[in-house]
């Protein structure tokens, strides 16, 4: 990618509370969320959860062009360890529309099955080994159709913590998104991660965690609803990710792809004032001055 570093920030509908788990909270509508999006001068973005934007790809595409945004590609939950169950439909769905509107990138969520992230079964091996396969047969086909595919570490799915991207690494060969967030709240370290495994970073979601909410939730003593309805997710920079130490592995590992903000939102009414666009201001600043940072040293 021969974009600048500060080009290569994108933004997320998440950030605005628009998410994909039923009974999430208020869902802001696309104008709004697309509209502050530019304004911020962000320049791509993530697609967002079925519904937020059209389902046919060239309406989609449209869309985002009217607001002068880049589509970067988009999250889809899918359930890998099932053999029951074929996953590639839903995935050559999202490739499609990548595909109409330029996007590079396909972010897999090992889903449970369940609606939501709150609690998740224990694989056993032969599970282990159809997530595993299914991962590298998604990841074969988007290549194949001209995309990346990656898989999203993520707080209740069934990869999660160090030890699933470990098994992941070492079972696979798809490329990872690294989520600063999922991974810290989970108990893992992504910089080390990233450090010890530069080749398999294929996109970059930067969240902060706030570090007690996180040990409440993996202690068992809060859903991991509940603690992004009370503040799970802070501003990059104030929270226990080294969102810069995070910043510097990556560049100077030569990763060249997105670094999407992504602060998961809950919004249990119309926002006051600004509403979300404050915290995403505040996030895009602090990534901008790290990138600067980064390329001076």
């Given at each position: 990618?021969?974009?600048?570093?500060?080009?290569?920030?994108a933004g997320a509908p998440i950030s605005w509370g628009v998410c994909e788990?039923?009974?999430?909270?208020?869902?802001?509508?696309?104008?709004?969320?697309?509209?502050?999006?530019?304004?911020?001068?962000?320049?791509?973005?993530?697609?967002?959860?079925?519904?937020?934007?059209?389902?046919?790809?060239?309406?989609?595409?449209?869309?985002?062009?009217?607001?002068?945004?880049?589509?970067?590609?988009?999250?889809?939950?899918?359930?890998?360890?099932?053999?029951?169950?074929?996953?590639?439909?839903?995935?050559?769905?999202?490739?499609?529309?990548?595909?109409?509107?330029?996007?590079?990138?396909?972010?897999?969520?090992?889903?449970t099955g369940q609606d939501g992230y709150d609690a998740r079964p224990v694989l056993d091996d032969v599970q282990w080994k159809t997530l595993l396969?299914?991962?590298?047969?998604?990841?074969?086909?988007?290549?194949?159709?001209?995309?990346?595919?990656?898989?999203?570490?993520?707080?209740?799915?069934?990869?999660?913590?160090?030890?699933?991207?470990?098994?992941?690494?070492?079972?696979?060969?798809?490329?990872?998104?690294?989520?600063?967030?999922?991974?810290?709240?989970?108990?893992?370290?992504?910089?080390?991660?990233?450090?010890?495994?530069?080749?398999?970073?294929?996109?970059?979601?930067?969240?902060?965690?706030?570090?007690?909410?996180?040990?409440?939730?993996?202690?068992?003593?809060?859903?991991?609803?509940?603690?992004?309805?009370?503040?799970?997710?802070?501003?990059?920079?104030?929270?226990?990710?080294?969102?810069?130490?995070?910043?510097?592995?990556?560049?100077?590992?030569?990763?060249?792809?997105?670094?999407?903000?992504?602060?998961?939102?809950?919004?249990?009414?119309?926002?006051?004032?600004?509403?979300?666009?404050?915290?995403?201001?505040?996030?895009?600043?602090?990534?901008?001055?790290?990138?600067?940072?980064?390329?001076?040293?």
């Amino acid at each position: 990618m021969s974009l600048s570093p500060a080009s290569r920030i994108a933004g997320a509908p998440i950030s605005w509370g628009v998410c994909e788990v039923p009974g999430w909270g208020l869902q802001l509508p696309a104008d709004r969320v697309l509209s502050e999006m530019r304004e911020l001068g962000l320049g791509a973005t993530e697609f967002g959860p079925d519904g937020f934007l059209p389902d046919e790809p060239q309406a989609r595409a449209a869309v985002l062009g009217g607001f002068g945004l880049q589509a970067v590609g988009g999250f889809v939950p899918v359930l890998l360890h099932d053999a029951g169950h074929d996953p590639l439909p839903e995935v050559d769905a999202l490739i499609d529309a990548c595909l109409a509107a330029g996007a590079s990138t396909v972010v897999l969520a090992a889903t449970t099955g369940q609606d939501g992230y709150d609690a998740r079964p224990v694989l056993d091996d032969v599970q282990w080994k159809t997530l595993l396969a299914n991962l590298d047969r998604l990841a074969d086909h988007a290549e194949a159709r001209g995309v990346v595919a990656v898989v999203h570490p993520h707080m209740g799915t069934m990869v999660e913590d160090a030890d699933d991207v470990q098994r992941v690494l070492d079972g696979s060969h798809i490329g990872l998104c690294v989520d600063t967030g999922h991974l810290v709240a989970a108990g893992a370290d992504p910089v080390a991660i990233t450090l010890a495994h530069t080749a398999r970073v294929g996109h970059v979601h930067l969240k902060d965690v706030d570090a007690a909410q996180a040990a409440r939730v993996l202690a068992g003593e809060i859903t991991f609803s509940d603690a992004v309805r009370e503040g799970l997710w802070t501003v990059l920079g104030e929270g226990s990710v080294d969102v810069l130490a995070m910043i510097e592995a990556l560049e100077g590992a030569g990763y060249r792809g997105w670094y999407v903000l992504e602060q998961d939102l809950m919004l249990s009414g119309e926002p006051e004032g600004e509403g979300p666009v404050a915290d995403v201001r505040r996030c895009l600043a602090y990534v901008e001055a790290a990138l600067e940072r980064t390329a001076r040293a």
